[in-house]
């Protein structure tokens, strides 16, 4: 039996990406036995430049609410809407920095003509069609059950990612608030399970190890060509990957020259990568994954070593991987993926407002 490694890079809140890369996810092959994917979501302030928001914004059709505007994810979401031919932001929430506008809290956010931050329980959705949820999980529950039904939602949390709620208790350590709601929910890994994520009005957005991780594995699994044992996922991401809050664990001194493993055996993706896995592969799949942080602003790369089936070949894995994803113009990151799975849901084609130059370096 033969072994091989997959590098999964990707970023996830943005990422540098090579310019004949744009809107892919590529694969290629490097030193024999190791197969590279990569998918992105360009961050530049070249893409400000190419943003008019003020001249777009009548033409735009679908009025968005940000909710927890003032962090990484929502910062993301509101500079890739900047060139969103349809989606127009009328709400945006904070917590702390309720009251403030998204230029003080965000400069590079500063050309944008938006509204300022309020509170979450001070916002009027009369106004709004769609969310992007990017508030804390645990948080993220209670708010969601007091919006309004007729919105559509995209969570970025994990509230909503584990279909088990006795799984996500014990995983979380919280109980579940909404379990109603859960039932209802759709994992938003896009390439996977886009029908569903059409039709759907909560979409659970994956976190960004397991978007990593499940986006190469998933065709190697349905294709039969890897084994479902002694799979080892040894991942690494930006600082930008904690959040914005402050944290001791994360201060410039902590993680800087310098790279540690963490959540060892028990790290709360390990459930949503494995249900993703099993539900590939109909049948219990576990994982060994363990996740560093590495002395970089946003970024992941996880490395993935699985066991080839019998008589698979390293190049069946590649044209596998190449059949897959080269046909899909796509790129990728928490709020990528999250603007990704809006465009579904509203009926626009997946890419829409997502195609940007790249940035280098
Ligand atoms: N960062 C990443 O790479 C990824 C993050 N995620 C998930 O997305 C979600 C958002 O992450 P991220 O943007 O990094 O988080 P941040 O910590 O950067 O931002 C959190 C946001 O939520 C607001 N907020 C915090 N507590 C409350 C509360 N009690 N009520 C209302 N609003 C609140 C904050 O407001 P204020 O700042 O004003 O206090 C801020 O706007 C999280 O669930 C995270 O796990 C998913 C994938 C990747
Ligand atoms: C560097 C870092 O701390 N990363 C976070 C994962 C962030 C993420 O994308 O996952 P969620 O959406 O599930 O929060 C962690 O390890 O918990």
Request: hydrophobic letters at 40%; a neutral charge; glycine letters at 8%.
């Amino acid at each position: 039996m033969s072994s091989v490694a997959l590098g999964s890079v990707f970023v996830d809140v943005g990422c540098l990406r090579k310019q004949n890369e744009v809107g892919r996810l590529k694969v290629s092959r490097r030193n024999g036995s190791v197969l590279r994917v990569r998918a992105s979501v360009a961050s530049s302030q070249q893409s400000l430049k190419l943003a008019k928001p003020e001249a777009q914004k009548s033409e735009k059709t679908v009025r968005i609410g940000v909710l927890g505007a003032s962090g990484y994810t929502g910062a993301e979401i509101i500079r890739l809407l900047a060139n969103h031919p349809q989606f127009g932001i009328t709400l945006m929430t904070a917590d702390r920095k309720a009251g403030q506008s998204i230029g003080s809290v965000f400069p590079h956010l500063v050309t944008q003509d938006l509204p300022d931050m309020i509170a979450v329980k001070d916002a009027d959705f009369s106004d709004v069609d769609a969310v992007f949820c990017c508030l804390p999980h645990g948080t993220t529950q209670e708010i969601i059950k007091c919006l309004p039904r007729g919105l559509k939602i995209v969570d970025l949390s994990a509230d909503f990612r584990l279909r088990d709620i006795d799984e996500y208790e014990e995983w979380y350590g919280l109980p579940h608030k909404a379990p109603e709601l859960q039932k209802e929910a759709i994992y938003g890994l896009t390439e996977v399970l886009r029908d569903e994520i059409r039709n759907a009005r909560l979409i659970a957005n994956p976190g960004c190890y397991p978007t990593s991780i499940q986006l190469p594995l998933i065709p190697l699994i349905k294709a039969h060509l890897i084994e479902l044992t002694n799979i080892i996922i040894d991942a690494k991401s930006g600082v930008s990957g904690a959040g914005r809050g402050a944290k001791e664990a994360n201060l410039y001194t902590e993680i800087s020259e310098g790279i540690h493993s963490y959540g060892i055996t028990k790290h709360r993706h390990v459930p949503e990568i494995e249900q993703g896995l099993s539900d590939a592969s109909h049948s219990k799949v576990t994982v060994s994954f363990t996740p560093h942080l590495m002395p970089m602003s946003r970024g992941m790369q996880s490395t993935i070593y699985v066991q080839m089936a019998p008589g698979v070949t390293i190049e069946d894995l590649y044209q596998q991987l190449k059949t897959t994803y080269e046909i899909d113009n796509l790129v990728k990151g928490a709020s990528g993926q999250a603007v990704q799975n809006l465009n579904l849901m509203m009926g626009f084609p997946e890419n829409m407002g997502l195609q940007y130059q790249s940035l280098f370096p």
